[in-house]
C-alpha cells in the first residue's frame, strides 16, 4: 500500500472521507505553494477555515 493510500485510509478511518477523496489535491496545492507540514496539516483538517478548504476542492473539480 503507497503512501497516498495509507493516509486515505487513515482519514477515512476519521471520517473525513471526501478530505480522503481529495488529499491528492491538497498534496499538489501544499507541495506547489511550498507550504510547510504544519500548513498542511492545517489546510487537510480545514481548521485554517472552511473556506479555504472549499476554494481548494473547487479549484479542481
Same mark, same amino acid.
Do not use: P, V
Given at each position: 500500500m $503507497? !503512501? %497516498?493510500q495509507q493516509l486515505?485510509? /487513515?482519514?477515512k478511518s476519521l471520517r473525513l472521507v471526501e478530505t480522503a477523496?481529495? %488529499?491528492p489535491i491538497?498534496? =499538489?496545492e501544499a507541495e506547489q505553494n511550498d507550504h510547510s507540514f504544519t !500548513?498542511?496539516?492545517i489546510d487537510v483538517t480545514g481548521t #485554517? #477555515?472552511?473556506? $479555504? =478548504? /472549499?476554494h481548494i476542492f473547487l479549484q479542481y473539480c
Open positions: $503507497s !503512501q %497516498l486515505q485510509e /487513515t482519514l477523496k481529495h %488529499l491538497l498534496i =499538489r !500548513q498542511f496539516l #485554517g #477555515g472552511q473556506e $479555504s =478548504r /472549499t
